[in-house]
């Protein structure tokens, strides 16, 4: 199975939307050959701009491009690029400016780099802006295409990418559907609904818990922003049974997003997993999943749990 990081997907993808598109620009913030948008500048370098550890004054500089009818691709560490808010806030999203923000290494899974380049916070600041579409996607074929459709959309997007290495979780035919979640495997127990860095690990969970009797759904969230409540509900109508898993805070990340949507439309149990209210710490990405209980067997297992709760609680067993 292959495996590539989303950022180095995005950096090649890059390349082919600026070849199709001149108006496409790049604007980064002293990370290029962490982020790939190196592989933009080597190929079109009068229309990439090093800003330097300027992220204020580089997002700035992107709604400006934007507003004269460039597209501009404004990147940095998720981290970084999240913690100039405001700026986002009003020179992107009060401007309905068409920025496409990319925040790479996010999560845990960056590994080493340690807590204070992790950015786990990211997801829920970006859900807020009015008008901002929010994606993070969980393979290679699925961000090239998300790169594609950001560069097309008319409108602010954040793009939320990878570190480490992600297998294809998708087969070579996929067509990339924004704002459309993506039903991996079926299962009529419960729904395990992950997004990124997690979905892999999530399809490897639905075996462990095949083995414990347990026939669970798995879905691939996409698209954080705008949310497909469709099929949100319709997999709470037929399984009764939500579980959500994120490299990222459970507050104002996916868990907390998809239980927003069935707390108003079709209230069932939702159990949110992920970095449960804490920071990162340094490690290697894969003892740092399984330090956080987010690779196959922590999910299996809290997700199990979760739902043996739910039957005890239907049957009325305190």
Known sequence: MAA????QAFGEALVDVGAKNPNV????ADLSKSTMTCLFADKYPERFFEFGIAEANMIGAGAGLALAGKIPFVCSFACFITGRFDTIRMSVGYSQANVKIIGTHAGVGIGEDGHSQMGLEDIALMRTIPGMTVLQPADEIETKQAVAFAAEHEGPVYIRLTRQKLPDVNGPDYVYQPG?????????????FATGGTVHPALQAKDILAAKQIDARVVNVHTLKPLDEELILRCARET???????????????GSAVAEVVAEHHPVPVKRWGILDTFGQSGGEKELYRHYQIDAEGIAAAAAAFYQKNIQNKAGIA
Do not use: N, P, Q, Y
């Open 180 to 192: 459309r979640g993506v039903e991996l495997a079926s299962g009529m127990d419960m729904t395990i």
């Open 4 to 7: 590539k990081a989303t950022r």
């Open 240 to 254: 009764g049974c939500l579980f959500t898993v994120e490299d990222h805070t459970v507050i104002g990340g996916l």
């Open 25 to 28: 620009v790049v604007l980064d």
